[in-house]
Nanobody
Framework: EVHLVESGGGLVQPGGSLKLSCAAS????????MSWVRQAPGKEVGLVAC???????WHLESLKGRFTISRDNAMNTLYLQMDSLETEDTAVYYC?????????????????RGQGTQVTVSS
């Protein structure tokens, strides 16, 4: 059974940085694509980034240069480095498995998500 636990969220001022982590268990992490998604208050869930099992990343175009997805297969952990945070980045961030993250198709499995971690960007 897929079990994902997100951590690292918090309150940060605009322009600040956070690094989110997602500890994975219950499945073969090194063989699974993974993704980060977020849900802002009153908005739909949106894909932020995904990464293939061997570490090839994809980022939402509007977030390139600010957000970086990475993974450590030895530690069964997914990361999201977020820099130059803006108030619009305020959301609950979830990690999920990703059935496809290449060749123009970037998907996530919402049902696999963990409990999420709140990121609040505010002065």
């Amino acid at each position: 059974e897929v079990h994902l636990v997100e951590s690292g969220g918090g309150l940060v001022q605009p322009g600040g940085s956070l690094k989110l982590s997602c500890a994975a268990s219950g499945f073969t992490f090194s063989a699974s694509g993974m993704s980060w998604v977020r849900q802002a208050p009153g908005k739909e869930v949106g894909l932020v980034a995904c990464i293939t099992p061997d570490g090839k990343p994809w980022h939402l175009e509007s977030l390139k240069g600010r957000f970086t997805i990475s993974r450590d297969n030895a530690m069964n952990t997914l990361y999201l480095q977020m820099d130059s945070l803006e108030t619009e980045d305020t959301a609950v961030y979830y990690c999920t498995t990703s059935p496809r993250c290449y060749l123009g198709q970037y998907l996530y499995n919402w049902m696999s998500r963990g409990q999420g971690t709140q990121v609040t960007v505010s002065s």
